[in-house]
Structures are given as structure tokens and as C-alpha cells.
Nanobody, 127 residues
Framework: QVQVVESGGGLVQAGGSLRLSCAAS????????MAWFRQAPGEEREFVAA????????YYADSVKGRFTISRDSAKNTVYLQIHSLKPEDTAVYYC????????????????????WGQGTQVTVSS
């Protein structure tokens, strides 16, 4: 059984930075893709960023381009989300997801494409 565990959330002032980590364990093979989604209070879950294996290609939601960077450590089957210039509207629970099935680029932004999810980590940005 795959376990996905996020860490690194917290309370940050607007303009600050944060790095979230996500480790996937329980499978010997790397995931095809890992991604970050977020859900703000009263809002639907939205795609943030994804990275694929083996090429390491990255994909971002338009709303976070230029401020968010997703990266991976293949040896650790871990992905990171570096967030700069945090805004109050970035406040949300951030979820990490892993996919161990072949996936199309078009499906990377869809939550249903991922078969393993973490419990989420809260990011709160104060103004």
C-alpha cells in the first residue's frame, strides 16, 4: 500500500516563502506523476503543480506560475513545492497526490487521475 505524507505547512506572513515536502513510500517503482492540489475554505480543490517521471517535466496552474516551483528527488520518491511571495489567497490545505498508472498530460490537472493522496498540510498566509 502506498503512503503519501506531506509536511512543511504553517503560518506565514504575506510575502514570505515556504517549502512543502511530499514523500511517497510503499512501492519499489517510481510514480508516473506526483502533484500538488489545494483546497481553500468553501472552495473546490484545485490543481497547483505536477511533475512527471522519468522526464521530470513540470506543469503549473496559471495562478501560481512564477511563484511556485515543483521539484523532485527521484532517489527518495519525494517532491517539493517551493512557494515564494505568498499571498493571503494562497491560504489552503495543500494535498500531495501520486499516480502509478500511465497518465496523459491532459489528465495531470485532474484529481481523479491520481490514485494515492496524502492527508494534507495547512498553509495559512496572514496579511
Amino acid at each position: 500500500q502506498v503512503q503519501v505524507v506531506e509536511s512543511g505547512g504553517g503560518l506565514v506572513q504575506a510575502g514570505g516563502s515556504l517549502r512543502l515536502s511530499c514523500a511517497a513510500s510503499g512501492r519499489t517503482l517510481s510514480a508516473y506523476a506526483m502533484a500538488w492540489f489545494r483546497q481553500a475554505p468553501g472552495e473546490e480543490r484545485e490543481f497547483v503543480a505536477a511533475v512527471t517521471w522519468p522526464g521530470g517535466n513540470t506543469y503549473y496552474a496559471d495562478s501560481v506560475k512564477g511563484r511556485f516551483t515543483i521539484s523532485r528527488d527521484s532517489a527518495k520518491n519525494t517532491v517539493y513545492l517551493q512557494i515564494h511571495s505568498l499571498k493571503p489567497e494562497d491560504t489552503a490545505v495543500y494535498y500531495c497526490a501520486a499516480n502509478y498508472r500511465p497518465i496523459t498530460i491532459a489528465s495531470l490537472t485532474t484529481g481523479h487521475s491520481y490514485n494515492y493522496w496524502g492527508q494534507g498540510t495547512q498553509v495559512t498566509v496572514s496579511s
